[in-house]
């Protein structure tokens, strides 16, 4: 038997579809890209009928489905990429679930009222008010945390229950801003998949794994390969089902009685989309390859708002993998490395390197409004045989890897002034997509510079230009270091002045973007009046997520969208039958 | 006679929509905002026909209906304020035009290649490679920044021969980035209305004057108080029409023949839009308070593509008239004063505040991501006698005011303790607005430090640590300082050791927002597909502008409105009449 998450329960209706492709395929070529079917079309030939039809099979699609098929719904998974799991099949699936029941049970309280205070104080920085009745946060911004808050671990705890994602507390993981007054529970939100090994970095394999073996067992086919490229609706305007394309271009329409539940990633391979959109200037990201926007132009198409446009999931990524759009790539979740310090094309240290993955990306974008440039736009991490022997590692997207390894982006250097010059070879390779950025005249000097001021600070343990190390979470991602026993601060330590030396370069990138059409909290897209558009629906990274800029703590992604899978299953669920 | 602004040539036609509002409000009930109406509709009761409907009566409006005009077209103009002129009328008016008449004249070459290569540089800077053919703009950036050169000119000539808007050529003022070497023609692209003032803070108004003043001569109705609220098809998806509502809420509908107009600029006031798409947090901005991103939201729902949703025209603004709304607020052009700097919440100078405006905005968003806050979000300017003396002004939005007029917005203390009791008591009225944004403990030793570092700086006439004065657009703005004999950098002179002191508070804005629905070079606005929505078109910043993140030069608004208007009276004049 072929690998079971491509056949299973749904090979032989996939087969059924593949034939029955002719006719669909005149019909996508007649009608626009996006728009709505006529009613005429809607009338006639569904190549299968289901009460849900889920679009995406990361996270969001897999617990949209088993929600639903848990209540009694049939259910189908459409995926557009040949395998399953999308953006999930790459995370480490850290899932923040505050007040759940591991908390409870350790006797560690986390109210409402508290939680929401420490998302506003996040997501709206420079409107936090804490007199206020929402803190700040628009109504919209503040019933979406609330919905995480009451559902998150109400649907974390059933889809342990069935066996689909059981968990394992992890107690010790702090929030990113553990340290704010406004955290009343620094620790313990933190859910991951149980057989994750103890690093945690597989947990998004083995959560796809437990999941779509459930979906399986629930006879929920999962189809790969079939790309939603139009969205039905009959004459009243209610979201009817799907136009699919597979691989070979043949079409499938597929009828969905109650709703159509979209999971399908956000924008992050859009070129267009992000250029003209996010905040700054991205190179990519680790997000599945084949989230390129779709649902922001179909929903768009269809008259939902979009929201959070310019806000995403952040890390540094490296220049040459994001440029070739690799698709195995990882984003820099941890830097490695104690003798280790990032510098800029001028050879200055310009940042604490051991900043949280997604604080760090935005320090990327700094503007020099007179020079007309981002200076610190590509940076170039330096470090020393030491930390290549003591902190390489194949996890969590560190730049300084193991031998037998793929270390192509690792540039070499038997000397700081040799490193200079490969690093200078390098940049100009890729000199077309950074401005033609290349290292200053007085780089090797001052880079000299930067290495023996932060080589004192390393000494004292006290990083004075930028605090490395100072905060708990810096700790968190620290990776392996060399043990040095009693020293205060494991995140840094001198920089040899003899060589071998290695340099990586680093640009922004995303884990994904954070906005797409609105939704409510129970994930029915809205249009422009901030009515639900009938029978649509959108959880993820393809919808606008409430958070703002904010990233809360690990899994503030992967909890949320637990969460509103959950409450966009029940209210589906509810739904009456559509007249097609 | 009422104001000629109000009446004129309208009066009449406007009093019979009055009368007829009944019928047609009943319609805009039925339907939803925003959507087409039914061919039923359309076909029924217009209450006024127009080759051009064009909505909007800044530049943008008056030029594309003047343009129409000339060509044996009719046209109105709807404005939806009380008042005509927009954003224009509150303007200095410069306007950016490559390769002018006048610079032909006098000798100075601008060809096209240099000029967009300049372009290319500052708007695409991560991607500015001189040796692509595009010089690393996508297709479509590089085609509108080639429109721009190409119509400009044309469009202004056209405009002084008629009488609508004769100019004056200023040889003297710079590009933004004139040192840049991509900037081979420095000075001599920008024009001001002849008749505005030697200071030129004036433009706008003169604009509007000569501008209306032709329109109304030529017979175009300018219709205020009337809000377009509804874009009509026809069943083929033509745009037919408008339907417009008054300050009394009746309801208009009125037919375009060829084509409709939008020139109704940007998103300034949309809180909701701004949060959402912007990529920084702004406080409001100085363009005309009707600028709420209607367009957006209408021509999002005939399926237009949002581009550049994520930069705006951008300068400081004072925080208390930004928060209040005050329609009457002018962005801060022009930082005045030379015994003066800017201070963040812990009494530390983070800029040089002679700074170009549109890159001076961008430095109030840095994040400080381990404190998780904007450190520099609310700023604050201190200045002493001498500047209060010799540096006040009532144009181009300078803090430090004669006496006599509105300083609601300056603290005043006699010492600098004083000073920083009266700026805590200024910050915490807005603590609800900024985070809760207040004086560190040791602001007051901090910016004592900081005064002292500049004094000496001043001294020196070398900024070490921002560069202030090093660049010419910083003289271009710096505004009247007191005269010193020999001194090498007028933009600084050492602060007083002796009170009194004065401060302001200052926050980022916007001039307007510079994404909207893309359209093609001919002004066309164009669905996902890149198709144009026939019969509807969009000028000025109420459609996405190529520029990206630029602000190249002064008058780099209104030459490209010019431009464009032209374009797009140009192809608009070309359409077939539709039928309804």
Redesign the interface.
Known sequence: MADPIRSGAGAASRRRFMQQAGAGSAAVAAA????SATPADAAQAFDATYDMVVCGSGCGGLASALFSRWQGNTAVILEKAGSIGGTTAKAAFWYWVPNNEAMKKAGIADPKPDFLKYVA??S?????????PRF?L?QWEFDMCGAIYDSASPAAELLAAKGALPYRHVPDVPDY?AE?PEDKAPKGRVLVPAEAIPSMSDGGLVAVRTMSTKARQEGIPIRTGMRVKKILQNPAGRVIGVEAEDELGAVTRIRARKAVIFATGGFTHNV?LR???????IYGGCAAPSNEGDFV?MA??L?AQ?????YAWSCPVPLEKAVARDGSMSGMFSVAGDSMIFVNKYGRRTV?EK??Y???A??FF??D??R???PN?VRIAVWDQRSQDHSASAEYGRLIVPPGTDDRHVIKGATLADLARAIDERMAKY??????AKLSADFASNLQASIARFNGFAKTGKDLDF?RG??VVELLFNGDVKEEPGRSNPTMWPISDAGPYYAALIVPGTLDTK?GPKTDTHGRVL???DQPIPGLYGVGNCV?SAS??AYWAGGATLGPIIAFSYRAANAAHAETASAA
Chains 1, 2 share one sequence.
């Open positions: 626009s890209l996006g728009l104080r996040l709206n920085p420079q409107g936090f008010d804490p007199a206020h700040g628009t801003f704010l267009e250029k003209n959109f996010l905040s700054g200037p132009q768009g198409a008259g979009l929201r959070n446009m310019n604490n900043l949280q997604n604080e760090l935005q320090t700094e503007w409004g007179a007309a440039e981002y736009l000199a077309g997509v950074t401005g033609g605090k100072d905060r906005g249009d422009a009046r606008a703002g800029r």
